[in-house]
């Protein structure tokens, strides 16, 4: 996703030879096949058949934008695009406030700084269904670590109204370290004069927090934001653990019934139509990100 | 002046240990449950020490599931898609950044758009494909897609793009070849970029669910992550009793041992990595 920040790589042509060579395309051709056979097939395949009825019975014909028409009305799959959004709306602001605050707490030089990044950054290579069975014993109603803590028997996973908070409480302890990392390159790219220029000028650490760091910043947090969004586009690990979309369709995802339609009722068609949706749903975000990022960049230039 | 320095050496203190227990402090929750016996477990209060150690957790978390085999099978699977993924990207990374010819560009193009495309349009195409080869249930369906990933491919071309050019023409007017050049000269230059792919090829694909998932039946080829989702196969505050916590944690730790020790051995390779790439695999 980095090709989408603004630094771009400048193309270094390698020896210039003007001669037809074949050398070049069997340095390719592996990879090219994989990527055609498993990447851009598939990616092809799927859109076709998102336009189809193809299903575990029956035969399978062309059935045009039918799969699409029966979205408005499929009331799961509107639930799921409400939860998925209400989910993003939720975890991508909390990460990025919590993963900047992070990183400049522990971007400071200050004795056991290492300690604080490392401890933060190890929920993140846990793999997710430990990270889901660990968050389902510690939300637990009756003996989770968190309620005995709090004093109260808050039935997290269960009730229908806060289930989704509690995706969203795992979510952001499991990943808060990763996008730490990120604000912690971006910071220790800023060079240190800009620093010592602002402090001249008198300012205050908060205006050299707004006026300085966050604008010199913005390329990470461009990427930070790209990326929190998509992963929250497209979470599922932690909801088929922790509570398989319930109860009811109170934390169902867009990825989860797509799992849901495609793989346990086998209605491929319609779930290929679901995961086109996602892609729309993504690419629009990007595209609108990506407006609002050059916009901002220019407002600073100016 | 001093009281100032030694009152924020207290909020850095203070601060960092809140940071430091809060995301280690569910990971030794974690372990104290794997030790505790069954009526241990339930206890009204917060026992962060178990009073009495017990491995009778681990010994049934191994006697009923399989889970030795979900371990191998995720070794098997992770290491050689790490291995498919190094020679592939390294290979059409050095062409895409180093050599000249026709449609390199659009070429790349085309790899690198694919980044924008989720993988679950792929699952479907994916999914009949291997079924189709009767390849559903087996290691080559887990190893195979991850051939095609984009990611190895971008930072290898990345790396090449970089590496100073006087060395292969040395060795083009000593006679070498291009594979010679890639096999000889390059790639030992390539060890940094080799190791930081290895690390984030091996590591997504350890963790990997949502595919392996769907493509996996039995214990045969299983991997950890799949296997262990079934702990939770009784449903949280439905039936699941919190004794039976003792077990699943005892699989967790398990389960989280490689991926921790691998960490802490590269921890540096990895933050470095991560903030070079931005990238998960």
């Known amino acids: ?302 | 002046m001093n009281t100032n320095r030694i009152l924020g050496g207290i909020l850095w203190y203070a601060l960092l240990l809140v940071v430091i227990a809060l995301s280690l402090g569910p990971i030794v929750w974690m372990m104290s449950t794997s030790f505790k016996p069954e009526g241990d477990i339930v206890t009204i209060n917060i026992q962060w020490i178990p009073k009495t150690f017990t491995l009778e957790n681990y010994r049934n978390v191994l006697v009923q599931y399989d889970m030795l085999r979900w371990t191998v099978n995720s070794l098997i699977v992770a290491i050689a898609a790490t291995v498919l993924a190094l020679l592939l990207s390294s290979l059409s990374g050095y062409a895409l950044a180093r050599m000249e010819f026709c449609g390199r560009n659009s070429i790349f193009l085309l790899i690198i758009s694919m980044l924008f495309i989720p993988m679950q349009i792929t699952v479907v195409p994916l999914f009949l494909l291997f079924s189709g080869f009767n390849l559903v249930d087996n290691y080559l369906a887990l190893i195979l897609p991850i051939g095609a990933n984009v990611t190895p491919v971008f930072l290898m071309r990345q790396f090449f793009l970089n590496i100073p050019g006087e060395l292969e023409d040395a060795a083009r007017v000593d006679g070498a070849n291009d594979w010679r050049i890639w096999a000889w000269i390059v790639m030992p230059l390539a060890r940094p970029a080799l190791t930081a792919v290895a690390i984030i090829v091996f590591l997504s694909t350890w963790n990997s669910f949502f595919w392996p998932l769907i493509v996996t039946q039995t214990d045969a080829s299983r991997t950890l992550p799949v296997g262990l989702a079934q702990f939770m196969s009784l449903r949280p505050g439905m039936s699941m009793s919190a004794q039976a916590y003792g077990k699943s944690m005892a699989g967790a730790v398990l389960a989280s041992i490689p991926p921790i020790l691998v960490f802490f051995m590269l921890q540096r390779y990895f933050i470095e990595g991560v903030s070079k790439t931005g990238l998960k695999g």
């Open chain 1, 1 to 302: 996703m980095r090709i989408l920040a603004p630094s771009r790589p400048t193309t270094k042509a390698g020896p210039a030879r003007k001669d037809f060579r074949w050398t070049p395309y069997w340095f390719m051709l592996p990879y090219l096949l994989f990527f055609l056979l498993f990447r851009l097939g598939p990616s092809l395949a799927g859109l076709g058949i998102s336009f189809t009825n193809w299903q575990v019975a029956g035969t399978t014909k062309f059935v045009g934008l039918a799969n699409f028409q029966a979205m408005p009305h499929d009331t799961r799959l509107l639930d799921a695009v409400k939860n998925t959004v209400v989910f993003t709306a939720l975890t991508v602001p909390l990460l990025i406030v919590l993963s900047l605050a992070l990183a400049m707490l522990l971007n400071q030089r200050r004795k056991g700084r290492t300690f604080g990044r490392v401890a933060a950054f190890t929920p993140f290579v846990m793999m997710s269904t430990v990270i889901g069975i660990l968050w389902t014993w510690i939300l637990e109603k009756d003996f989770g670590l968190l309620n005995m803590y709090l004093g109260r028997k808050i039935p997290w996973l269960v009730d229908s109204d806060v289930a989704m908070y509690s995706i969203v409480i795992t979510t952001v302890w499991w990943t808060v370290g990763y996008d730490m990392v990120l604000f912690l390159a971006g910071l220790q790219d800023i060079p240190r004069d800009v620093y010592e220029a602002a402090e001249i000028d008198g300012a205050n650490k908060f205006q050299v927090f707004r006026r300085v760091t966050i604008p010199m910043l913005a390329p990470t947090i461009f990427l930070v934001v790209l990326l929190t969004v998509t992963n929250s586009f497209q979470v599922f690990d932690q909801v088929y653990v922790m509570t398989a979309g319930g109860p009811g369709t109170a934390t169902l995802t867009l990825v989860q019934y797509i799992y849901t339609v495609a793989f346990q009722f086998q209605k491929f068609g319609y779930g290929s139509a679901v995961a086109l949706l996602l892609f729309v749903i993504l690419i629009g975000f990007t595209l609108l990100q990506m407006r609002a990022y050059r916009r901002g960049v220019e407002g600073v230039g100016a």
